[in-house]
C-alpha cells in the first residue's frame, strides 16, 4: 500500500501518515501498517516490536508523534463496524430513476465527409 497522502513524519523505517503508523518499506504491501484506531492497542504494538528487523527507535519515536497526534479519545476505544447499507424498495428506485433515452437509427446512413487536402 502506497503512503498517505498526509505525512506528517518519515523516518527511517515508519512514517506517522493520515492513515496512521506506515512502514516506508513498499514490499510489505501495508501488512504491518497500524491505523489510527489500532494505535492504542497495546497488543499489536507489543506484536510489531517483536518483530526481527525492526529498528525500535524508530518505531518508539513514531508511535509518539502518532498517539500525539492522534490522541485516545474515550469513544474511540471500541473499533465499530461500518453500518448496513440502507434497503432500498423497487417502487423509490423507480420513482428516482430517470428514463432511458432511445436511440433510433432506423432509415439513417452515416454521412462521410471528405477529407481536407491541402494543395499545392
Known amino acids: ?21 506506515q512502514a516506508i518499506d513498499q514490499r510489505l504491501k501495508g501488512v504491518i501498517d497500524i491505523k489510527i484506531a489500532e494505535l492504542w492497542d497495546d497488543e499489536l504494538i507489543a506484536r510489531r516490536r517483536a518483530m526481527p528487523g525492526l529498528n525500535v527507535q524508530d518505531f518508539e519515536k513514531a508511535l509518539a508523534i502518532g498517539r500525539e497526534r492522534f490522541p485516545q479519545s474515550p469513544g474511540s ?8 447499507p440502507m434497503a432500498v424498495s423497487e417502487a423509490t428506485v423507480a420513482t428516482t430513476s430517470q428514463p432511458t433515452p432511445t436511440l433510433r437509427t432506423e432509415g439513417r446512413l452515416a454521412r462521410l465527409a471528405p477529407r481536407w487536402r491541402i494543395r499545392r
Do not use: C, E, S
Not at 500500500?1 to 503508523?21: E, N
Not at 476505544?77 to 448496513?84: E, K, Q
Open 1 to 21: 500500500m502506497a503512503l498517505h497522502r498526509d505525512i506528517f513524519r518519515v523516518g527511517r523505517q515508519w512514517a506517522v501518515t493520515g492513515f496512521g503508523l
Open 77 to 84: 476505544i471500541a473499533v465499530t463496524p461500518d453500518p448496513a
